[in-house]
Each structure stands twice: as C-alpha cells, then as structure tokens.
C-alpha cells in the first residue's frame, strides 16, 4: 500500500472519530439528523436580537461595553461553562474585558521518525468582538442603531457554536473569546494573545473570527494576509479551503439556502501594504480581530458579510441593495446597522430570517470543520483503529508512522 493511500486512509479514520457525537442515536435519528444541516433553531437569532436591543451603544471603554461584557459572561455561565474574565487598560487608563471559556479536547496523537507516537496538544480559538462602533450620544435620534451586524451576529454564532459544542467529541482544546475593544485596534484580541505562552501560541493550528456576518448581500470566508505570501500560501489556507469543503459537502446552499464564498475577484493591488502587487483572492482588506494571530504567522479563517464582485478594490462595498444606500452600500460602522432596519429590509418574501441563516450556517461550518481533523496527528480512536489494521496485515508500520509524523 503506497504512502499516498496511507495518508488518505488516516485522514478518513481522522474525520469519522474527532468529533462524534456524545450519546447514543437511533438510526432513524442519525438519518434525520443527517438530512438537516445546521438545524440550530432560533437560539442564535434570538440572543442577537436580544444582545443588540439590550446593549445597543456598546463603544469600546464605555459602560455601555461593561454591560454587554456582563451579558456574554452570563449567557455562558446558562449554557454551562466556567467563565474567565480577562481585563486590560488603554491608554487613558480605561478598562475592557475578553470573555473566554476554554473546552478541553481528547488530543492527538502523532509519531516521530522513528514511529514512536507521544500525545500532541492542538488548540483551535473561535473569537468576535462584542463591541460597537457608537455611543448613545452618537446616534442621530431618528436612527435606531444597536450593531446587530457589527458585531452582535458574531457575538451569537460564539454562542450558538458554544452551546452545539457540548453535543460532540473533539481531539481539539478549543478557546471561545468574546473580545471586548475590537473597534480599539483589535485591542481585545490582542491582549488575549500576548498573555499566551509561547507554548500556547504555537499550539494555535487555527483561529476562527467572525464579524458582521448579517449585513453584507453575501457571506465570505477568507485566509490572512500570510497566505500571501506564496512561500506558505497552501498552508495558511488550507483551512479556509476545510471550510469551503464542509459548506460544498453538506450541500448547505441547496439545502439551507447559504453560500459560503470566496473572494474571487482576482484585482492586482499591494493588499498588504508591502509595496508587492498581490492577487486580491480568497484574504480580504476587511480586518478584525485575527489580525494578531494573522501577524503571528498562525492560519485564520475569517467570516463577514458584503460583495466583492467589483473591478477595484476602492468600488466595494457591502451592499448594493437599494434600500440600503444612505452610507454609500456601507453597513457596518454607520447609523444603518440597526435591527429595525435590517430586518424589514433583508427579511425574504417566504419569510426566512436570513439573520438564523446566516448565524447557524457559520456556526455549523466552523463546528464541521473540525471534524477535518489536526494536520499533524490523529485521534486517539484513529490511532486504535490504525494498530489494528497493523495487526492485521492491512497497513505497514513503518509506512503507518510516516502518515501521522510530527511536523516541524
């Protein structure tokens, strides 16, 4: 058996046994559950709703944000996790909060070159920020703001991804944050990941970001500015293409109604900044929060909402809906981002809450994601499922170790 068909034969023992279900299911409930992708409820939809008519003026350092922070700490604590608040001060001596819970994975396990196999930690972090672009004394008073885009439909896949969570299985130890000050220079992210280890920042394999995934015409997953560098541009995007493979394989846009896209739109500029012409093509210039784990060379896959089917980088804009054209197409960051406006607007005609759409797709793309596994090692169960082919004469070990190496 060649080397190529061991590795695929790994990979097929890794994504049937990291994330399994807890609990034993019937068979017509396996079969039913199959056939509904993402079928979340309204869970999600309805705490985005509720967060941003809560706390709608939730500018980052303001009491408003505090409040919104003591929101997310609580609505974890329901859902059954133990809740680390993380504070930090700018410069005026103002303070912000990341809200984190942290579920432990069952590992992986991968050999060395001598095919002997050692436990391997993995960590996949989910983040958004809860923060907004205004204070009350901001907003116009006849505007009805309250960010439900930016960023409480984030906020809301954090939660639903976090109560979904429970239901499975995962060789991954994965950290949700919900960053306070994103609007501060990713201030919140920031702070997260330089309070990291070394040994836990380079434990990272991937970081997940979502942000304002409401407002824009169409939903994009996008790499960071790392894969640029084409040196590394596979490596820093095969996690995006994982999730573009989940959004295609489980049918989710005939199914559900939800396309995951690429920024296909192929335009030559400097994107970076590094005075290179680069192909404008699966990154975007939209930054968030994985801006730090982006600049740490670490892959990210990034989330949001908008239209990048233009010919220059300065023509796009999130929307070219024409009920929404007061700030120029522009949702996010404008008195426009408000659930009163979005939800009369983009509500469809056979009724589908386009908001549950797009927050239980995201969340089940990032959850199914991980079902792809580690790319450097196996679980724990494909390990046992790989020592018996072994002791069956079905695999060589010697060929077996090679697929499940440690890398670097």
């Known amino acids: 058996m060649t080397k190529k068909i061991l590795k695929t034969v790994a990979a097929l023992m890794a994504s049937c046994f990291i994330l399994m279900p807890l609990g034993g299911c019937s068979d017509d409930e396996e079969a039913e559950k199959s056939l509904l ?72 396990l991968a050999a060395d070159d001598e095919g002997n196999y ?88 991937v970081m997940y970001c979502i942000d304002s995934i409401y407002s824009g015409d169409k939903v994009y997953a996008s790499a960071g500015f790392n894969s640029l560098d084409l040196s590394q541009k596979y490596a820093m995007r095969r996690k995006l293409y994982q999730a573009y493979d989940v959004a295609y394989d489980n049918t989710l846009a005939s199914t559900n109604g939800f396309s995951l896209l690429y920024n296909e739109s192929n335009i030559v500029a400097d994107v970076n900044g590094d005075g290179t012409d680069d192909v404008y093509r699966e990154v975007t210039v939209h930054k968030s929060d994985y801006v730090p784990f982006d600049e740490a060379n670490i892959p990210i896959v990034f989330f949001d909402s908008g239209d990048y089917f233009f010919d220059a980088l300065d023509d796009m804009k999130e929307t070219k809906n024409l009920n929404l054209q007061e700030f120029g197409g522009m949702i996010r960051g404008t008195y426009l981002d408000s659930t009163e406006v979005l939800d009369e607007v983009l509500m469809t005609e056979d009724g589908t809450d386009v908001l549950q759409t797009r927050i239980n797709n995201v969340a089940f793309v990032i959850l199914e994601s991980l079902l792809k596994g580690s790319d450097y090692g196996i679980t724990h169960e494909a390990y046992d499922a790989l020592m018996a082919d072994i002791q069956a004469g079905i695999v060589d070990e010697s060929e077996a170790a090679a697929t499940t190496a440690i890398e670097g």
């Open 118 to 205: 050692s436990d391997i930690r993995k960590t996949v972090v989910i983040g958004a920020h809860y923060d907004d672009a205004y204070s009350s004394s901001e907003v116009p008073s006849d505007y009805s703001y309250d960010g439900i885009s930016d960023n409480a439909s984030g906020i809301a896949t954090l939660m639903t991804i976090a109560k979904e969570i429970q239901n499975y299985k995962t060789g991954f130890d994965v950290v949700i944050v919900a960053f306070g000050a994103g609007s501060w220079d990713f201030m919140g992210a920031t702070h997260f990941y330089n309070t990291l280890s070394s040994a836990e920042q380079q434990s990272i394999e």
């Open 37 to 108: 992708p993402a079928d979340y409820g309204t869970y999600g939809a309805d705490f985005a709703r509720e967060f941003a008519q809560a706390c709608p003026y939730r500018k980052a350092f303001s009491e408003g944000e505090a409040q919104a922070g003591q929101m997310i700490k609580e609505e974890f604590e329901e859902l059954g996790y133990e809740v680390e608040t993380q504070t930090f001060s700018n410069v005026y001596g103002s303070t912000s909060a990341n809200y984190i819970i942290r579920i432990e994975g069952d590992g992986f």
